[in-house]
């Protein structure tokens, strides 16, 4: 029912929700929908949804279904009156998941996002704050939806080579403007539940690392709505939303390929607001929080955990995980510097079976695998390896510390 919680999947700082679009559910193995306030408007990625697709203008219409029902038990239905655009994007083809709900739909309800996820049970349209147990007393901080107007999408080309654009789609203001403080100084930012990490302006990077605090510089691979891009991250002290703070909260900032002209999305959203935007507030902020934006109340809700979910993913064993060619095997995909796990000689590639026993045969997905690294500085975790380039590490299971991988001064 509508105001009741939605099955989601809560991975990476990010939330997705079950969808089907024009009654095909999404492949199996593949995630659902993005839950993406920075997003103005719904994209899809069809094919995810065994859909080719569009070629004509004609093509658009589009039905998502979260499987919601309103009051009258009638389907909630997500249709020609919002912008829904088909769309196939690198960044969705690549992460898996069918696509992105963003505020065309979500500014019409209060919106709820659940970190903690009881039950899987991690999205709601039409709950409301308060009323929970494992959540401490409500901040509120009031704001202003901004941005909007009127464009279309490409949406690729035709056998002509000419442009196939997306009828040009009214948006509605969206964008939700909230005065951020970091380190001390305000700064205005967007609240961006499809950010998983608070993403700041190249300056306003550059101004906290002046201390000298630990960042990795350049080696994050991330993927964006523009495609894949590099990050460095680092840790800002405290990070404050009216009375909301956080302490110790992992920022990065994206690299940009034209150094005249840094943080081109920032930019992008700043053109369309009117105002300098400089950061988005993302999941490493939000995660500590059982959210909810009440769009048509015009307030952010900030109740937080009284024990946090989602462990910092950047307190971990010193390598990320991912798959191999063949999409059947978990491996090393990066090795982090300086961490015990690289002078234990773990190399790219290395397959990894099980994580304190943990079997890796039964996750499904590979940010669950990622997770299981995750963990308290100075502690151990025990690491079981198939083939590896190092063969004395082959069939093995190492001890592994876990490093804090950008420790604050």
Known sequence: MLGEPSTAIISNNL???????????????????L??????????????????????????????????LDAGGNPVVIIEHAPVLQVSNAMMDGLGFGGILGGSVMH?????????????????????AGGRSDVLPDNVVPFSLKGGGNADVTLGTDSMGRPINSPAVNIPPTRIEVTVVIDGAPHTCIVDSGATEVSLRSTVYA???????????????????????????????????GPASVADVPVMTIMSDDPSHP??????????????????LGGSFLRNFLVTIDYPGAELHLEPYATLPVPDEFRRIGITIGLDATAT?????????????????????????????????????VGAADQLLDGVPGTTKMLTFGTTKNPANSGQTLTVVVDDLIPNP
């Open 108 to 128: 019409q309800f209060s919106v709820q996002l659940d970190y903690s996820a009881p039950m899987m049970e991690g999205f709601c349209l039409g709950c409301t």
């Open 207 to 241: 101004a906290l690392i002046t201390d000298g605090r630990a960042q990795l510089s350049g080696g994050i691979a991330i993927m964006t709505i523009a495609g894949a891009s590099g990050a460095a991250v680092t840790r800002a002290k405290s990070i404050s939303v």
């Open 15 to 33: 939330v997705f929700v079950n969808a089907s679009m024009n009654a095909m559910d999404q492949t199996p193995g593949t995630f659902g929908m």
């Open 35 to 68: 839950v993406d306030t920075g997003s103005p408007v719904v994209l899809i990625d069809p094919t995810l949804f065994n859909t080719p697709p569009p070629t004509t203008d004609g093509q658009i219409a589009t039905k998502v279904n979260l499987g919601l």
């Open 263 to 280: 943080d081109p999305l920032l930019s992008s959203i700043s053109t369309e607001i009117g105002t300098q935007v400089d950061c988005l």
């Open 329 to 365: 095997h978990f491996v090393v995909a990066s090795v982090y510097p300086n961490t015990d796990a690289a002078k234990q000689g773990i190399m790219v590639n290395d397959e990894v079976v099980s994580v304190d026993g943990t079997s890796l045969v039964s996750v499904q997905y």
